[in-house]
C-alpha cells in the first residue's frame, strides 16, 4: 500500500527565511506520481506541482523549488526568501496509477507559519 | 480554476439526519472525488466515479453513499449523519492525460453534525 510521511507538522520561520518542507513515500510500484498542494488559510486546495517518477529532474519555478530523489524516496519543497502569503498547510500526495484506480493518498501536512 | 462548485458551502444538522452534498463541474472530466478532511488525518478518500453510473469505494466509505446520473454531478450522501462525520468534504477532478492527469479540488463544504 502507498504511504506518504510528513513529519514535520508545523514550521514557523521568519519573513525572508529559506524553508524545506519534506515528503518521504513508500510505495512497491515502479511507475508513479507525486504532488504538493497548498492550502492557504481561507481554505481552498492549490495544486502547486506534478512529478513523474520515470522524470527525476528537479524543478525551480521563482521562489519554490522541488527536490525529488527516488534513491531515498523523498520528494522535498523548498521556499527562497519566504513571504507572508506563503503561510498555509502544504500537503504532499501520491498516485500510484494513472488509470481508472489512480487514487491520492495524501500526508497530513505541515502547517508553515511565516511572520514578518 | 477548474471550474468546480460545492453545494452548500456550508451545513449544520442533527445527528439522524439524512444530507446530501453535491459537487458540480462544467468541464466534463470523467474521474471525480470525494475526501473529506480531517484534523491530524489530512484528506481521505471517501468514493470516487470514472463515469456515469460508475463509482468505487475509498478508505473511508463506511456511512457514505454516492451517486452520479450526469458526467457533471457528483452527489454524496450521508444517509443518517453523525457526530463523527463532521467534517471538510472536498470534491475534485481528475484531468486526463497519460503522464499529466491531475486532480483539482472544489472549494470545500463544512459540514457539522450536532
Known amino acids: 500500500a502507498q504511504k506518504v510521511t510528513q513529519a514535520q507538522t508545523e514550521i514557523s520561520v521568519v519573513e525572508k527565511e529559506d524553508v524545506t518542507l519534506d515528503c518521504v513515500y513508500e510505495?512497491?510500484?515502479?511507475?508513479?506520481?507525486l504532488f504538493w498542494y497548498k492550502q492557504p488559510p481561507s481554505g481552498e486546495l492549490v495544486f502547486l506541482i506534478r512529478r513523474n517518477s520515470f522524470d527525476e529532474q528537479n524543478e525551480i519555478s521563482g521562489r519554490y523549488s522541488w527536490n525529488f530523489q527516488k534513491s531515498t524516496s523523498s520528494f522535498n519543497f523548498t521556499i527562497t526568501a519566504s513571504q507572508v502569503v506563503d503561510s498555509a498547510v502544504y500537503f504532499c500526495?501520491?498516485?500510484?496509477?494513472?488509470?481508472?484506480?489512480?487514487?491520492?493518498?495524501f500526508g497530513k501536512g505541515i502547517t508553515l507559519s511565516v511572520r514578518p | 480554476d477548474a471550474g468546480i462548485t460545492q453545494s452548500p458551502r456550508h451545513k449544520v444538522t442533527e445527528t439522524g439526519t439524512p444530507v446530501t452534498l453535491r459537487c458540480h463541474q462544467t468541464?466534463?472530466?470523467?474521474?471525480m472525488y470525494w475526501y473529506r478532511q480531517d484534523p491530524g488525518h489530512g484528506l481521505r478518500l471517501i468514493h470516487y466515479s470514472y463515469g456515469v453510473k460508475d463509482t468505487d469505494k475509498g478508505e473511508v466509505s463506511d456511512g457514505y453513499s454516492v451517486s452520479r446520473s450526469k458526467t457533471e454531478d457528483f452527489l454524496l450522501t450521508l444517509e443518517s449523519a453523525t457526530s463523527s462525520q463532521t467534517s471538510v468534504y472536498f470534491c475534485?477532478?481528475?484531468?486526463?492525460?497519460?503522464?499529466?492527469?491531475?486532480?483539482?479540488f472544489g472549494p470545500g463544504t463544512r459540514l457539522t453534525v450536532l
Open positions: 468541464e466534463n472530466h470523467r474521474y
Open positions: 500526495a501520491l498516485s500510484e496509477s494513472s488509470g481508472a484506480n489512480s487514487k491520492l493518498t
Open positions: 510505495t512497491r510500484d515502479t511507475t508513479y506520481y
Open positions: 475534485a477532478i481528475r484531468t486526463s492525460g497519460i503522464y499529466t492527469d491531475t486532480q483539482y
